[in-house]
């Protein structure tokens, strides 16, 4: 390792954090259609040619509207006219030079760390669109069969979705990686002070800004961290003359989108420029508490404006559907008139379906508003300043163990949807397809719980123990302040904070570093000895290293860098602990109305719906848009999507993206959901007889 610290590698070159499913699929693809090197160069000479032709012909206007300037007024038609095509000229030269440039997608990609081109992206999102044009023709097919639809029918109902969802899903795969590198940056808004944190530690420490800056990208978290690594490799690389200029250019690329980041980061270069340690102190000091107070309102900006796109979310995604579902018994009800009834000889058509009605209600309840309640929320949760990472618990199940788990999932859905069967016969009117329904919730329920029954347990115990890490560093700081060795220390910290977690994991390294002898570095991260190797917590890891390094350093002030540290977490825990608290009320009451009261009203709607068909039944020349069973399974299936989506916006807020969180929570509300919809479909129909 070099003064500049970790150079040997370019950032991104390990593992691929975000958008790795993106990633894989956009090279499998264009691995499997990989054009031709001399198609792929005249594709990049025929841009460059549209681009060098649109700024030609754009300096031309520029010259011409200047010639004419002088000669006309702005009123004249020939000096309006020339103004519209300077214009027109500049918005085609900004068009063509976005497409040969790709400035703003050559940035997220460098920021995600894909190593993809403009070409292979346009060729993933192309073949998208395609395969779902042909899913869709695959789909439609047999809908349009069964339902019996007319051609006009048709055209007002499938030709349109047929033609729309592939341009919507080719422009979204196609600027995936740009929404992808917006939501990773604004994540990376409330992880800002952890970097200026490492950054001014090591700056204490020692006033070089090349060991500060490889010290804080080995402790921070991504993309922070490769974009420093990026600082020490563009001096590497001679992009820059010095780590000064190349540390500035980071400030201001980042500066973008968190100006309270650049200007820590300026006055951390800044702070090299003092000559007395006094002054420097100050100068670091300013830095901190400009990038902690920034990320602090920002997060009180954002969870002020939470609450009206909260409440939409809530009003769109659950009122508004259940208000339309109650309406549904009486909308799918089609009576007939007096001049209806004489005009088909009042004969009955009790049991027909209106096709394109029925069409209409299963795309509007199970397609569009869950489709509509999930973009709003991912749009919500994009703007959620990230505050920490969650612990990164890998799955330990086998293959084998896995395989068993989804068979079981199997198996509890056969034994709810056809086991059930007997009980009811082998048809019955009240139920229909309702056992189908608590059968895919408890397998969907099963399956969920069981691949993160382990991982969430690991989850809580490390979870806990961060949350009792700043106590813990403020007694660990103190007692090296007063001149205690580390592995004394961490013993007496275990001792007074005795039934904690976090008490365990202090004492295993104190009586690591006593057994064996070894440094306290050692006994945390050695590879055969480490406490600490293992453990899925880059908040604690991160935060170890930090001590060893204060201690390594200068014994008499890592004592005071320790407490430091300690205040920041303490601060950081406060933010996290606001935003839940601010925002506990409406999410408490999402989950309780999608679990709970929203299962209840569908279950009194489809018993609504199958006492008027029964009394519609008895009008000549009515018809029925949806049968019993048809309308049970489509409220069914928007209930089971609702939950997840209510699940997916509310563990966001909470815990942002943990999806081990999400992934047991789901496994919790969905059953629960579909029983509270099956008990009240029964006892709705008892109750109304």
């Not at 961290?225 to 200029?245: F, H």
């Not at 900006?301 to 809530?314: A, I, K, N, Q, Y």
């Not at 009811?424 to 069981?450: D, K, Q, T, W």
Request: net charge positive; charged share 25%.
């Amino acid at each position: 390792m070099s003064d500049y610290g970790p150079i040997n590698s370019p950032p991104n070159s390990g593992d691929v954090k975000y958008g790795a499913f993106y990633l894989k699929w956009c090279r499998a693809v264009n691995k499997m259609f990989e054009p031709s090197p001399e198609k792929l160069d005249r594709t990049i000479a025929r841009r460059k040619e549209i681009f060098k032709t649109s700024e030609a012909r754009y300096k031309n206007a520029q010259r011409e509207f200047r010639d004419i300037e002088y000669k006309f007024s702005k009123s004249h038609q020939i000096y309006k006219k020339a103004e519209r095509n300077l214009r027109s000229m500049k918005r085609a030269h900004d068009k063509a030079e976005r497409i040969y440039r790709q400035e703003k997608l050559n940035s997220a990609l460098d920021l995600l760390g894909w190593d993809l081109s403009f070409d292979e992206i346009i060729a993933f999102a192309g073949f998208c669109a395609v395969l779902s044009l042909m899913a869709g023709f695959m789909v439609v097919i047999p809908i349009f069969i069964l339902l019996d639809l007319t051609l006009l029918e048709a055209g007002l109902y499938i030709i349109p979705g047929l033609l729309t969802v592939p341009l919507v899903i080719y422009a979204f795969i196609a600027s995936y990686p740009e929404i992808l590198a917006k939501r990773v940056k604004t994540k990376s808004l409330g992880r800002s002070p952890e970097a200026i944190n490492y950054l001014v530690m090591s700056m204490r420490l020692s006033p070089s800004i090349s060991k500060a800056v490889a010290f804080a990208a080995d402790s921070s978290d991504e993309p922070i961290a490769s974009g420093l690594k990026k600082v020490l490799w563009n001096i590497y690389m001679r992009e820059y003359d010095n780590v000064e200029e190349s540390f500035l250019a980071f400030a201001y690329e980042w500066g973008e989108i968190n100006e309270d980041f650049k200007r820590s980061l300026y006055a951390i270069r800044s702070s090299t420029l003092e000559r007395s340690d006094e002054g420097r102190e100050r100068v670091l000091e300013k830095a901190s508490e400009i990038i902690l107070e920034g990320t602090k309102r920002r997060i009180e900006d954002f969870t002020s404006s939470l609450h009206t796109p909260t409440t939409v979310l809530f009003a769109l995604g659950i009122l508004l559907p259940m208000i339309i579902g109650a309406m549904l018994p009486l909308m799918a009800m089609q009576v007939p008139t007096e001049t209806s009834l004489r005009s088909t000889n009042i004969e009955t058509t009790t049991g027909s379906s209106d096709g394109g009605g029925a069409l209409s209600v299963i795309l509007l309840m199970d397609v569009l508003f869950p489709l509509i309640a999930f973009v709003y929320a991912y749009h919500i949760l994009g703007t959620r300043p990230g505050t920490s990472s969650p612990p990164d618990v890998k799955s330990r199940m086998s293959l084998s163990q896995k395989r068993k788990i989804t068979a079981t999932a199997i198996a509890c859905f056969l034994m709810f949807s056809v086991a059930a069967l007997p009980f009811f016969g082998l048809y019955n009117p009240i139920l229909g397809p309702v056992p189908l329904l608590v059968g895919v919730g408890f397998a969907l329920g099963y399956y969920c719980r069981a691949t993160s029954k382990e991982q969430k347990k690991k989850r809580d115990e490390i979870k806990k123990m961060e949350d009792e890490l700043p106590d813990a560093l403020f007694k660990l700081g103190s007692r090296i302040a007063e001149g205690e060795p580390l592995e004394t220390a961490l013993m007496k910290v275990s001792e007074s904070m005795r039934g904690s977690t976090i008490s365990d994991l202090l004492e295993r390294i104190s009586y690591t570093i006593k057994v064996t002898r070894s440094t306290p570095r050692e006994a945390m991260f050695g590879p055969e000895l480490g406490v600490l190797r293992d453990l899925p917590s880059r908040t604690i890891t991160a935060t170890m290293k930090t001590v060893i390094a204060c201690v390594e350093k200068d014994a008499r002030t890592a004592g005071g860098i320790i407490i430091n540290i300690s205040n920041y977490q303490r601060d950081m825990k406060k933010v996290e602990h606001d935003i839940r608290t601010s925002l506990r009320e409406t999410v408490e009451m999402m989950k309780s109305t999608g679990v709970l009261f929203a299962p209840l009203v569908m279950g009194i709607t489809a018993s609504l719906y199958v006492l008027l068909s029964r009394e519609f039944a008895m009008l000549p020349g009515s018809t029925q848009m949806l049968s019993n069973e048809v309308f049970f399974l489509v409220i069914g299936i928007y209930l089971i999507l609702m939950v997840m989506i209510t699940v997916y916006f509310s563990v966001g807020i909470e815990h942002g993206e943990d999806r081990i969180e999400l992934k047991h929570s789901i496994g919790n509300a969905v059953p629960v959901a579909v029983v509270v919809y099956a008990i009240s479909l029964v006892a709705g129909q008892v109750l109304i007889g």
